[in-house]
């Protein structure tokens, strides 16, 4: 078996053929053992705030990590809003809780369509 630059495996041309399945096995755990990839997640939502002026949603997939996100208000049907300032006071791997914006008027936001952008550590 050779191995990339990368410290890869990978089956020589001279291997036997019986072996393939191990030498599969041998990358796959080589990629694995490696941790982390990326991932983007990017969703519309329909957000009904709550009492505190927030909402909460849940990722689609969970990360390994809490990913960064970016946030826009509005949609390609409603049309977009341009926002001041969008805060989440908790974001997890799992998802984000306490999601609250302001439009650039300086009104808060009451229900309303958000698109996000998450990007965040993976497995592979």
């Not at 399945?21 to 009904?48: P, T």
């Not at 049907?77 to 791997?93: D, K, N, T």
């Amino acid at each position: 078996m050779g191995t990339t630059a990368g410290g890869l495996p990978y089956p020589e041309p001279t291997a036997p053929v019986r072996d393939g399945a191990n030498n599969i096995k041998a990358l796959a755990d080589a990629l694995q053992a490696r941790g982390h990839g990326q991932r983007i997640e990017h969703r519309s939502v329909y957000a009904e705030m709550n009492a505190a002026g927030g909402f909460g949603i849940q990722w689609a997939r969970p990360f390994t990590a809490a990913p960064e996100v970016a946030w826009i208000l509005g949609n390609a049907a409603a049309g977009f809003v341009p926002v001041a300032g969008m805060l989440a006071s908790g974001i997890s791997p799992t998802g984000a809780s306490g999601v609250a914006c302001n439009a650039m008027t300086g009104q808060a936001v009451q229900n309303a369509w958000f698109n996000y952008i998450a990007i965040g550590p993976d497995t592979i």
